[in-house]
């Protein structure tokens, strides 16, 4: 019986132990022994778009300005997508409401 439990445990332990360490070979992120905890490979990924595609996306970037933002680290402005609802209009919606949409909304932001 003892041999039969060990010619299972040690295959089963094992599989337990490399798993994870696998999984992490292919990732950005490496565990490493030093004060961060771990360390970042950027030529472990793998990207879907071309050189042509990403210097595209940067010279719009730079266009609309968003691009001087995120060298900063601070989020794009939103765009302007025209001028908003009148407070007339929102309590309008609201009234006109059917009994469905009043459910639902109750259903995500509670019936006060």
Do not use: C, Q
């Amino acid at each position: 019986m003892p041999k039969i439990r060990t010619a299972t445990l040690v295959p089963l332990l094992t599989a337990v132990l490399v798993a994870p360490t696998a999984a992490l070979a292919g990732s950005l992120w490496h565990p490493a022994n030093n004060e961060a905890g771990f360390t970042f490979h950027p030529d472990h990924s793998t990207s879907t778009k071309t050189r042509a595609e990403v210097l595209k996306e940067l010279e719009e970037a730079k266009a609309d300005g968003s691009y001087s933002y995120l060298l900063r680290g601070l989020p794009p402005p939103s765009r302007d997508v025209g001028p908003g609802k009148t407070r007339e209009e929102v309590i309008k919606e609201l009234l006109n409401m059917t009994p469905e949409e009043r459910a639902r909304m109750d259903e995500l932001y509670g019936d006060n």
